[in-house]
């Protein structure tokens, strides 16, 4: 690599040096910084946890299957094989290079 190849790729990484001075970049401590507010923990007596872990008191919703809960079987279903073919593939096609390579 040559100098000039060098001195560009330093630029590039440098946060506070404009390549070769074409702009002017401020100093990090002249750049405000926004403040997030601080996370509210709402502490142990949370009113919603015993809901969540106790499966007793907890509703389910139960619901009919609808046309579009059969179209999704579906999707899913041919989804999963064109997955399953394409792994298969995937493993035939790596296996053919390795042995290719060691050969």
């Known amino acids: 690599m040559t100098f000039a190849a060098l001195v560009t790729i330093a630029c590039a990484f440098t946060p506070n040096l404009a390549p070769l001075g074409g702009q002017h ?3 990090r401590a002249a750049v405000q910084q926004r403040v997030a507010a601080a996370p509210f923990m709402r502490g142990w007596q949370d009113p919603w946890e015993d809901g969540m872990r106790n499966s007793a008191t ?8 609808s046309d579009f809960d059969a179209y999704m079987d579906g999707t899913n279903d041919s989804n999963n094989q ?19 390579a060691l050969a």
């Open 25 to 27: 970049v401020a100093p």
């Open 82 to 100: 064109v997955l399953v073919y394409m792994s298969a593939g995937l493993l035939v096609f790596v296996a053919v290079c390795i042995v290719g």
């Open 58 to 65: 907890r509703e389910k919703l139960e619901t009919d299957k």
